[in-house]
């Protein structure tokens, strides 16, 4: 597999995506978002594939849109920056957020603007300690996208995600941490090791369960209390019907190791 | 050879049809269309079936007529098409009818799933009159069904446009009753038939007939039928054992007669 703005990787199940556009920051182009599409799209349904990890090249994760790619003639009309987002970053935010498995966003450096809210489209954040998270969208009199408005006042509450957008300031990894906004933190040097991990312990659980997990907690935050009572009774039948779930069972009787498969 | 539509009874005097043509995404050619209303005729006659479930596939419930088809028929040829007997005689079927949707019901799907008494869907099901796009109109009684149903905004919209429709808008708009995930609305339709199958089959029946006229009378005309209904149950068996088995505090047993 070969592509001109990311690095891919497949290893004991887990899927690597690496932004590979370091001189930019990693930034979006179009091109780079066709890239990143393609392989999502892939991993969505390749069963091989049980855990995925995103990440960026260099030391930065991801600064967003590559404004050097949008027309910023300030004499021409105005843009419809719905376009891209309708086109691009959408579809991938939606792509995260069902992938039917675990996606890990490894942190690696600075994730601003468009490049924040594709970390907190995914399951699990982990940042190096020098990471920063900044929502810089109103700096430029833009509104955050990539459902960076959703799942910001869900992850760390009304008024941390109106100062956040409204000020742009740089969050650091400690400081997300602190607010709920990542699972964790690592030093830079152990960024990788502690993400692999993660990602191999995750790659050999019951994936369709985790699919059901992943799904019931998306459904919450538009759901009543009784529709998720009805959800969980739902999802809950689903997975009863799965080979894991026999298999874990089984595990537990013969007081050993479940061997799961991901079906 | 493959069968257009398969048959089972997966609860008591409950019979379940799969559209099961998934390579031709269940298409509904001639030879389906008229397969489904033999087996409705015999579901009519049969005291054995108290309700119908019709279903497709987890993928597809039915995407349209088949156009190859109807590509064939010139305007003489339509003329004398078999295809609106056939569609009157599922909308005339008598006993309750259930469809379970998943995946897509469009053109002709979505009209199939518009003769049922209750439908209930998948989180995955989509609905569209795409018809406009080849230059036609729906022609099983989409123009007619779902305007009755969601009013002239949504019907004029949809049909004119050919816009996919998620199972949330088809609840949201009353199109069904229910969304469950997609692995359960087979099981959860035959369940709520199960449910149905257990009823007075004649009060079903007048049950029926009573909200499907609406569509055909003033108010005070279907006041005055839903009242006559009601003086005929009460020549019947099945209305004293419902009566006595509440006084006695038992499950009634209900005969059909």
């Known amino acids: 597999m070969d592509y001109q703005h990311i690095l891919v990787k497949e290893h004991n199940q887990v899927g690597y995506l ?5 001189k930019q920051l990693n930034s979006f182009n179009v091109a780079m978002h066709q890239e990143v599409a393609e392989v999502l799209k892939n991993w969505t349904v390749n069963p091989e594939i049980r855990c995925v990890v995103i990440s960026g090249e260099g030391r930065g994760f991801c600064a967003g849109q590559d404004l050097s790619d949008r027309v910023v003639d300030p004499d021409a009309a105005a843009p419809d920056l719905g376009v891209s987002i309708e086109k ?55 509104v955050p996208d990539s459902g960076g408005t959703w799942f910001l006042p869900r992850a760390v509450g ?25 699972w964790d933190v690592a030093e830079d040097a152990e960024l990788q090791d502690k993400v692999t991990a993660l990602a191999e312990r995750l790659a050999k659980q019951p994936t369709f369960g985790l699919s ?50 991901g079906c | ?48 079936v108290g309700v119908v479930v019709i279903t497709g596939h987890a993928s597809c419930f039915a995407a349209g007529a088949d156009l190859a088809e109807l590509a064939d028929l010139d305007v003489v040829n339509l003329q004398l098409d078999e295809r609106p007997q056939l569609w009157q005689k599922i909308d005339s079927f008598s006993k309750p009818l259930i469809v379970a949707v998943n995946g897509y019901a469009l053109g002709a799907g979505f ?9 209930l869907c998948g989180e995955n099901a989509k609905f ?16 007619q069904r779902l305007a009755r149903l969601v009013g002239q905004q949504l019907a004029m919209r949809w049909a004119m446009t050919g816009e996919m ?93």
């Not at chain 1, 059901?212 to 998306?218: D, N, Q």
């Not at chain 2, 398969?6 to 995404?25: D, I």
């Not at chain 2, 406009?132 to 022609?139: A, E, N, R, V």
Request: proline share 4%; glycine share 6%.
């Open chain 2, 165 to 257: 429709l998620s199972a949330e808008q088809a609840l949201q708009h009353g199109i069904c009753s229910q969304v469950s995930p997609t692995a359960l609305t087979v099981q959860y339709a035959v369940e709520l038939a199960g449910k149905i199958a257990r009823q007075a089959p004649l009060a079903l029946r007048v049950i029926k007939q009573s909200i499907k006229n609406i569509h055909e009378t003033s108010l005070s005309q279907g006041l005055k039928l839903e009242r006559q209904s009601f003086v005929w149950l009460a020549a019947t068996q099945d209305r004293q054992e419902g009566i006595s088995a509440f006084f006695e505090k038992r499950k009634p047993v209900f005969k059909g007669q």
């Open chain 1, 88 to 142: 691009f970053y959408n579809p991938l935010i939606k792509t995260l957020v069902n992938m039917p498995k675990p996606v890990i966003c490894a942190v690696n450096g600075v994730a601003a603007g468009a490049g924040a809210n594709i970390a907190l489209a995914c399951d699990l954040v982990i940042a190096a300690k020098s990471a920063s998270f900044i929502q810089a969208f109103c700096r430029l009199g833009l």
């Open chain 2, 111 to 119: 009209e199939l799933v518009l003769h049922a008494d209750i439908v």
């Open chain 1, 158 to 182: 009304h008024a941390r995600a109106m100062g956040l957008a409204l000020l742009g300031d740089k969050l650091s990894a400690e400081d997300a941490k602190q607010l709920g906004m990542i």
């Open chain 1, 18 to 22: 690496t932004l590979n556009r370091p």
């Open chain 1, 212 to 261: 059901l997990i992943k799904k019931a907690i998306h459904q919450s935050s538009h759901n009543t209390f009784e529709q998720q009572l009805t959800l969980e009774r739902d999802l809950q039948r689903i997975a009863g019907r799965s080979d894991d779930y026999r298999e874990g069972v089984q595990a537990f009787m013969q007081k050993r190791e479940p061997n799961y498969t």
């Open chain 2, 128 to 143: 569209a009159l795409p018809e406009i796009g080849l230059g036609m109109l729906p022609g099983a009684g989409g123009t």
């Open chain 2, 1 to 48: 050879m493959q069968e257009l539509i398969t048959q089972s009874y997966p609860a008591e005097k409950v019979l379940l049809l799969s559209l099961n043509r998934l390579e031709k995404r269940n298409a509904l050619n001639n030879a389906t269309l008229r397969h489904l209303v033999e087996l409705l005729q015999q579901a009519e006659q049969n005291p054995d």
